[in-house]
């Protein structure tokens, strides 16, 4: 099975820019899908972005459509989640996840979750 960790998280202005990646152990990495999702205190995890087996596609949620990009290098077993012009209502703890399935956008399509990483944008 996969074991995921995630990393570059940090406290950023408005406007600016960071790299999350999401490093996987085990050679099964290409076997799944991968999603990130992000959490803010007191509201239920969100679905940000997904990225099938081999990266040819990806799917966003409207908030961050236009400003965050995923991405993966399976020779590396690393997703990543590059996001630009933040907003102080991206503050939350991101996390990433894979998944067997399909386009998925809901928590319970994921049976591997990484431990977060808190993202802080001031305004």
């Known amino acids: 099975q996969v074991q995921l960790v995630e990393s570059g998280g940090g406290l950023v202005q408005a406007g600016g820019s960071l790299r999350l990646s999401c490093t996987a152990s085990g050679r099964t990495f290409s076997n799944y899908a991968m999603g990130w999702f992000r959490q803010a205190p007191g509201k239920q995890r969100e679905f940000v972005a997904y990225i099938t087996r081999g990266g040819s596609n990806t799917y966003y949620a409207d908030s961050v459509k236009g400003r965050f990009t995923i991405s993966r290098d399976n020779g590396k077993n690393t997703v990543y989640l590059q996001m630009n012009s933040l907003k102080a209502e991206d503050t939350a703890v991101y996390y990433c996840?894979?998944?067997?399935?399909?386009?998925?956008?809901?928590?319970?399509?994921?049976?591997?979750w990484g431990q977060g990483t808190q993202v802080t944008v001031s305004s």
């Open positions: 996840a894979a998944t067997s399935a399909g386009i998925a956008t809901i928590p319970s399509s994921y049976a591997r």
